[in-house]
């Protein structure tokens, strides 16, 4: 008895010592527990994100253009992602997610304990079970790289989602946190980021539009973007799917028949791949791009921890005045002529190789251009190693105007190729603004990426003779004044040219027909060097050197500063700046910048009216009368305009005026050497001018431009000067000189 008292003594001593081990192991294992958690907070394993950075999660959001009506041009980005608000969401996606991911969600604080359980038991069962929640994505999707495959790392990893789910809880709502989770999901197919841009890829359609069979596709694709793609593999999308359904009927949010109708429709994607070529205007968001970099160095905008911003990255909002259905008149009127143009510029190589003689060096020069010799040369290869490659035929993409085509080429083949397509640019502006309303830099974006707008000068031929003559009509001359129209030599200059109209000839006739010799006649009176101050004081970039031959225009210029140039007479004599940024605001929809164009006065309001009658001229009888025929639009309001064309028919030019806008149009090949022939093909009447036609038509049929058929106003003081010849008599003065010279001093103001 003695014994087993002592033993049952013994146990309770022993009960006691375990009990209190067991204690301290449980103490321990908490206090473990907390040092844990407490590591991860402060980043042991791995860095949390801040107050601030959960205030303002980072992630590469694409940054919009916008046209001047609030419509997505296209974007900059290196993920393809764009925010949506809780709004623009359509329910169904909202009831999808939910029913699928998160049941429990507007019940738990970011953790939904239970289910964690439930996970954890199913794993160590051999069932794997997700279980996390809705807000512990976003964890992950917002601040991980990555989701870690080492089970150790993945446990640090599962700690720091919690901690950072329960952060978001506490910072957002649950309305913000599904919009977030549907604006950082990554979709895994053609850099198809969020849910805007997956709607967009896969069904053509916006957010808010989305049915219960899409948005349930869209959000079954998430458990793993590859297994359930509905391009990849459909049979697994369209199970995944109506699981989906079936889970959004179980939970309530839609009927059985409502699931049952939705599961019997096939997958019917509508697949839109975007590219950063893809949408309107590409020529002009990619010269934009580098603007805005350019306006951003220039003035030090930075964000607000004093990075420069990232316009692939940062979310910016950019406004611009490109009117989105003027873009799409402008594109499709190219496209039209260009086509035919094209085909009649095809005709004439057919019998012919343009590659010979001295064109011969241009196949050369464009093997040097390409990106393949480039690379090649950086390679180390030889120049006769590249040439060889060069003739060695490889997979490729050709443009053709009904789409591109997958061939087999050689390179030098395809710069064959290339070279004989013509090149096209247009652009439009608000002369009293300087606003632009359409910009097509070229016939292709994706195969031809060089931008003929503001990036290429080409000479401009016979359009720089209006700024010949204003200089006259802007120191005094009657636009009925008559001057020497025959071949006449100055110095050991002698141009070339045909009589029209008559010698001699009105400066106004003289401008309608495109005179040469008088032309030159003309600024030989008034002095080189004034009509270059004045061309340089019109916007005109490119050196204009101070030579006579510069009123028949022998020096190069981009279209874009040719339309700002010709504003100037619409806009009573007044240069505006041609302006393609409105404003840029970052993502949070701030202000961080906003452009105020150059305004110089440049010649007196009466001068430009008379320049823009004289202009009137070209078109009401003269080189550009063909636009008031039915096949080249048959506009009969009032427009001017002039035409140009370079020797040999390398570059064709038409600028067209009315009292809204101002629109210029070139025409070329890339290499002056390719070209029409034939004048009647070749020239700024035929080869430039027919675009604008189409692309006004358009724009007039259009009455919610509000744009006006009406005449150009007078300027607001009326006309000292006779514009009418008929009425016109001339002056004649005593002064001294010859009898040409006397006319020339007293005789050119009229009346």
Not at 310 to 326: E, F, R, S, V
Not at 430 to 437: A, F, N, R, V
Not at 540 to 561: H, K, R
Not at 587 to 605: A, C, D, F, L, Q
Request: positive net charge; charged residues 25%; glycine residues 8%.
């Amino acid at each position: 008895m003695k014994r087993e008292s002592k033993q049952n003594q013994l146990t309770e001593e022993d009960v006691k010592r375990y009990t209190k081990g067991l204690w301290k192991i449980f103490l321990a294992c908490v206090a473990i527990a907390v040092l844990f958690v407490v590591s991860v907070r402060i980043g042991v394993f791995g860095k949390l994100p801040s107050f601030q950075e959960l205030e303002n999660p980072k992630s590469n959001l694409a940054s919009e253009v916008l046209s001047e009506d609030l419509k997505v041009l296209g974007t900059y980005y290196k993920h393809n992602r764009s925010n949506v608000k809780y709004s623009e969401l359509s329910p169904y996606l909202v009831q999808a997610l939910i029913s699928t991911e998160d049941k429990r969600f507007y019940e738990h604080s970011g953790i939904d304990y239970s289910r964690t359980i439930t996970s954890v038991l199913h794993t160590l069962t051999g069932s794997k079970q997700g279980g996390s929640t809705i807000t512990q994505q976003l964890a992950l999707n917002l601040f991980a790289e990555r989701r870690e495959r080492s089970t150790i790392k993945r446990v640090m990893q599962k700690f720091q989602e919690w901690l950072t789910a329960v952060r978001l809880e506490r910072s957002y709502t649950k309305e913000e946190i599904i919009t977030m989770y549907f604006n950082t999901v990554d979709y895994g197919y053609k850099n198809t980021y969020g849910i805007k841009s997956a709607a967009r890829t896969f069904y053509n359609t916006t957010p808010d539009k989305l049915t219960a069979d899409q948005a349930a596709m869209l959000v079954g694709m998430l458990k793993g973007t590859t297994l359930y793609s509905p391009v990849k593999y459909p049979e697994n999308a369209l199970a995944r799917r109506n699981t989906v359904l079936n889970n959004m009927s179980a939970q309530s949010f839609i009927s059985a028949e409502e699931a049952e109708t939705a599961k019997a429709k096939p997958i019917n994607l509508k697949l839109r791949i975007s590219n950063y070529g893809e949408g309107l205007a590409p020529y002009f968001r990619a010269v934009l791009k580098e603007e805005i970099k350019k306006e951003f160095q220039r003035l030090s905008i930075t964000k607000p921890d004093g990075t420069p911003y990232d316009l692939d990255k940062d979310g910016l909002k950019i406004y611009t005045p490109i009117n989105y259905a003027m873009q799409q008149y402008a594109e499709d009127a190219q496209k039209e002529w260009m086509m035919k143009l094209q085909r009649d510029f095809d005709r004439q190589y057919r019998s012919a190789d343009p590659f010979r003689g001295d064109n011969a060096k241009l196949l050369v020069s464009g093997m040097r251009r390409s990106d393949r010799y480039r690379m090649m040369k950086d390679a180390g290869h030889s120049e006769e190693e590249i040439k060889k490659a060069f003739k060695e035929k490889v997979p490729m993409s050709l443009f053709t105007y009904k789409g591109s085509v997958d061939t087999v080429m050689s390179p030098m083949d395809s710069i064959r190729y290339n070279k004989l397509f013509l090149r096209n640019a247009v652009m439009s502006m608000e002369p009293s603004t300087g606003h632009i309303k359409a910009w097509v830099g070229g016939i292709d974006f994706e195969h031809f990426k060089f931008d003929h707008v503001k990036l290429a000068q080409r000479q401009v031929g016979s359009t720089a003779k209006p700024f010949t003559y204003a200089v006259a009509i802007d120191n005094g001359y009657s636009p009925c004044f008559t001057v020497p129209n025959h071949s006449r030599s100055y110095g050991d200059w002698t141009p070339r040219g045909t009589v029209q109209g008559g010698d001699p000839i009105t400066l106004k006739n003289a401008l309608k027909y495109s005179q040469n010799f008088a032309s030159a006649y003309v600024i030989n009176e008034v002095g080189a060097s004034n009509v270059a101050a004045l061309t340089k004081k019109m916007g005109i970039t490119s050196n204009v050197p101070s030579y006579p031959s510069i009123s028949l225009g022998a020096y190069e210029a981009s279209v874009f500063d040719m339309v700002g140039a010709y504003s100037a007479f619409v806009n009573h004599g007044t240069w505006v700046e041609p302006t393609m940024i409105l404003r840029i605001e970052d993502k949070n929809g701030t202000p961080i910048y906003e452009r105020s164009p150059k305004v110089v006065k440049v010649i007196n309001s009466e001068s430009a009216y008379i320049m823009v009658d004289m202009l009137k001229g070209v078109v009401d009888g003269g080189t550009a009368s063909r636009l008031r025929r039915a096949e080249y639009g048959g506009l009969t309001n009032p427009i001017g305009g002039k035409t140009g064309t370079t020797n040999d028919n390398s570059d064709a030019w038409f600028i067209g005026i009315t009292p809204d806008l101002v629109t210029g149009i070139w025409t070329g090949a890339e290499d002056r050497g390719i070209r029409f022939y034939s004048m009647a093909s070749g020239q700024g009447a035929s080869a430039a001018l027919p675009i604008f036609g189409l692309y006004m038509k358009k724009v007039y049929n259009d009455k919610s431009l509000h744009y006006t058929q009406g005449d150009f106003p007078q300027p607001p003081g009326g006309l000292t000067r006779e514009i009418d010849c008929s009425r016109y008599v001339p002056f004649y003065g005593t002064g001294g000189g010859t009898e040409e010279q006397s006319s020339l001093d007293d005789d050119r103001l009229g009346f």
